[in-house]
């Protein structure tokens, strides 16, 4: 997904996504950006994946032992 820096209005940016729809996302989520930049969202599913099985492995590690 690729949203377009609107604007700023106090602690937030107003994002343009490809369907021209607007939204408020927190400026801190996107603290290098300037009007007019364009910023791509992607999921990173190899870290996901490393997260889940790190979770999963807590989760054993507290029910299972």
């Known amino acids: 997904m ?3 820096v ?4 106090g602690d937030f940016a107003k994002v343009e996504l490809d369907d021209g729809v607007f939204y408020d996302i927190p400026k ?3 603290p290098d950006a300037k009007e007019g930049d364009v910023i791509d ?3 990173n599913y190899e870290e996901t994946e490393k997260l889940r099985s790190e979770v999963d492995s807590l989760i054993d590690e507290l029910f299972i032992d």
């Open 2 to 4: 690729r949203v377009i």
């Open 41 to 43: 969202i992607v999921i």
């Open 6 to 9: 609107d604007r700023f209005e």
């Open 28 to 30: 801190v989520l996107v």
